[in-house]
């Protein structure tokens, strides 16, 4: 199913095959120099790129050494390089149409993120470079590889992500079903096949997948290890980790898992499911229950704002809150003095309220001295990108704040899920629309 030329519009096709001969003739002509050195294998032609030999040969120790790394089975090398080889073509389509885009990825951004990443690992960046290194790692290479990352992850924010909305209407309706099924409150952990269908295929080929999928079923039924099979057989995108979806709500799950996952046991099988992309089959690894009261600390505040511009510049805004802090600590009243001076008018005309805050309602340099000022005290002016502040600190309470946070966690899993299945329907559209001939 996977070793097969995708054919497209004559006129493309003829143009892509044009590029192509030119391609490969300019390549023969090389070679046949005396001088000239071996010319790496062309093995994917993928629209006007190519992939060869010598990167999949890299991209397979790659993968070999990460999923050695998370003790993954590694399968054998011919089922390993298939799955490989669609990574790489999806790969690079993905980065050829952010080079349409015009996407980017400045040095420095790149630097910061390989450091984050040293620093995550707890090793500092000579540090880090060497561990790759010893393990055979090139760190430029590595470096590209990251920076290829960065520059898909901007292009899928762009054509997938930043699209995505979920309206209230979803969130309500979400929340109804959650508790009529009683799943709020729990998390399940699923791996996953795929047998996957090509978009608008004939009938013989949907039996063909629904036959492969059949037959691997029957394996797991007697006993084949679902990891290994994931691994070797699937064509989900975590098909080298063992097909494993990692920890997820039954609102972060697709429709199609989430309707009978509720009805299965620890390490039930179950398929085949039929969806647009394939047949899946899934495996309920683990469950657990995240019931618990989310509880945030809230602060009752208020303040006095002086805005900066040319006539009024830090020096004199700062001065001015410090001498109205000197006028309220010696008797003069808060709420009074910030209807007369406040700048932030709306909350100048109740006595400066800023009613209870929560934890992210502020900018983080006010709520940090927020959090620093003592209840019934005034803190020190503090800068903002308003302008300059003093706050009192009127009182704090914990705050159940369950219901809320049902409701963000919901949107947040309907977001989720939408994403998946959208990036998934736009890479099946990228895969489909491109020119790609494999040549092994």
Known sequence: ????????????????????????????????????????????IVNDDVITNNELSKEIRFIKNQLRQQQTPVPPDNVLEKQI???????????QLAEKARIRIA?????????????DNKLSLTEFRNVLENEGLDFEEYRTTIRDEITINQLRQREVYNKVNVTDQETEDFLANEAIQGGLNEEYRLAHILVEVPEA?????????????????????KGADFTQVAASMSDGQNAL?????????LGQLPTLFSNVITTMNVDDIHGLIRSPSGFHIIKLIDKRSNEQKKFIKQTRARHILVRTNELTPDREAKE??????????????????????????????KGGALGWVSPGDMVPQFEKMLDATPENEISPPVKTQFGWHIIQVLERRDFDNTEKS???????????????????????????????????
């Open 201 to 221: 295929a004939s009938s013989e080929q949907v039996q063909l997948a629904k036959k492969e999928a059949q037959e691997i079923l029957e394996d797991l039924n």
């Open 1 to 44: 199913m996977f070793f097969r030329t995708i054919f497209r519009k004559t006129n493309r096709l003829i143009n892509q095959r044009v590029k192509t001969s030119i391609v490969l003739i300019a390549l023969s002509l090389f070679s046949s120099l005396s001088f000239a050195e071996p010319i790496d294998k062309i093995i994917i």
């Open 320 to 349: 001015k809150l410090n001498q109205l802090k000197k006028r309220i600590e010696l008797g003069d009243s808060f709420d009074g003095l910030a209807k007369s001076h406040s700048d932030d008018t709306g909350s100048a005309a």
């Open 241 to 249: 980790e063992g097909g494993d979806l990692g920890w997820r709500t």
């Open 107 to 119: 040095e420095e951004t790149l630097d910061r993120t390989i450091l984050k990443i040293a620093s």
């Open 406 to 440: 049902k409701t963000m966690s919901a949107k947040n899993q309907i977001r989720q899920r939408k994403i998946e299945e959208e990036t998934q329907n736009w890479l099946r559209r990228l895969r489909d629309e491109a020119y790609v001939e494999i040549r092994i």
């Open 85 to 95: 080889l669609e990574r790489m073509i999806q790969k690079q389509l993905q980065l």
